[in-house]
C-alpha cells in the first residue's frame, strides 16, 4: 500500500521536526534514505537499500544509511524486524498496520498477513494478565508453495 503525497509530506515533516529537536542537521542525504525506505513499501535490509539509492545516483555513504536508519528508528517513523539469522529488515512505520509475516525458508519470501483473531488473543492475554500490549511480532517459518520459489528441495521420491 503506497502513501499519498500528502501522507509523504507529513512524513518528511516528522523527520525534518525531529533532526531539528535533536539539534542535528536535515541533509538530502537523509532525506533521500527516508524517501528510498518509503517508496519500496516492502521489507528492505541496509545494504540493499544502500545500493538502491547507489544505483539512483545518490551520494551516500553505507554508514550514512546505517545511521538514518537508527534515526528513524527513534522518531517511530520505521520497524526493525530480525527475520531469524538474516540481516535486519527494516520497513516503514507512518500508516503502519498491525501485521505479521510468513517466512519462506527457501527462498526467504515475506508474505505478511493480518487476523482478527490474532487481535482477539492478544486482548484476552492482556486481560488475563493485567498487561498494556505495546506491540506485539509473529513470523510463522515454512515453505511456501510458490512454482518459483527459488531453492525449494526437491521432492523425494516414496
Same mark, same amino acid.
Given at each position: 500500500m503506497s502513501l499519498t503525497p500528502t501522507q509523504l509530506d507529513e512524513v518528511r515533516r516528522l523527520f525534518a521536526d525531529f533532526l531539528?529537536? /535533536?539539534?542535528? /542537521?536535515?541533509? &538530502?542525504? +537523509?532525506? &533521500?534514505?527516508?524517501? &528510498?525506505?518509503?517508496? $519500496?513499501?516492502?521489507?528492505?535490509? &541496509?545494504?540493499?537499500? =544502500?545500493? /538502491?539509492?547507489?544505483?539512483?545516483?545518490?551520494?551516500?555513504? +553505507?554508514? $550514512?544509511? =546505517?545511521?538514518?536508519?537508527?534515526?528513524?528508528?527513534?522518531?517511530?517513523?520505521?520497524v526493525k524486524h530480525q527475520f531469524g539469522k538474516t540481516q535486519a529488515k527494516y520497513e516503514r512505520a507512518y500508516a503502519y498496520w498491525q501485521h505479521d509475516h510468513l517466512l519462506c525458508i527457501d527462498c526467504g519470501a515475506i508474505f505478511e498477513f493480518c487476523d482478527p483473531r490474532l487481535q482477539s488473543i492478544q486482548e484476552t492475554v492482556a486481560e488475563i494478565y493485567g498487561f498494556e500490549i505495546a506491540q506485539h511480532a509473529l513470523n510463522m517459518y515454512g515453505h511456501c508453495r510458490r512454482e518459483n520459489c527459488a531453492n525449494r528441495p526437491a521432492p523425494t521420491e516414496a
Amino acid at each position: 500500500m503506497s502513501l499519498t503525497p500528502t501522507q509523504l509530506d507529513e512524513v518528511r515533516r516528522l523527520f525534518a521536526d525531529f533532526l531539528k529537536q /535533536r539539534g542535528q /542537521r536535515q541533509t &538530502a542525504e +537523509r532525506f &533521500a534514505i527516508l524517501d &528510498a525506505l518509503y517508496a $519500496t513499501g516492502d521489507h528492505i535490509d &541496509a545494504d540493499t537499500l =544502500y545500493m /538502491r539509492l547507489k544505483e539512483d545516483g545518490v551520494q551516500v555513504s +553505507r554508514a $550514512t544509511v =546505517y545511521n538514518t536508519l537508527e534515526l528513524l528508528l527513534e522518531c517511530d517513523l520505521v520497524v526493525k524486524h530480525q527475520f531469524g539469522k538474516t540481516q535486519a529488515k527494516y520497513e516503514r512505520a507512518y500508516a503502519y498496520w498491525q501485521h505479521d509475516h510468513l517466512l519462506c525458508i527457501d527462498c526467504g519470501a515475506i508474505f505478511e498477513f493480518c487476523d482478527p483473531r490474532l487481535q482477539s488473543i492478544q486482548e484476552t492475554v492482556a486481560e488475563i494478565y493485567g498487561f498494556e500490549i505495546a506491540q506485539h511480532a509473529l513470523n510463522m517459518y515454512g515453505h511456501c508453495r510458490r512454482e518459483n520459489c527459488a531453492n525449494r528441495p526437491a521432492p523425494t521420491e516414496a
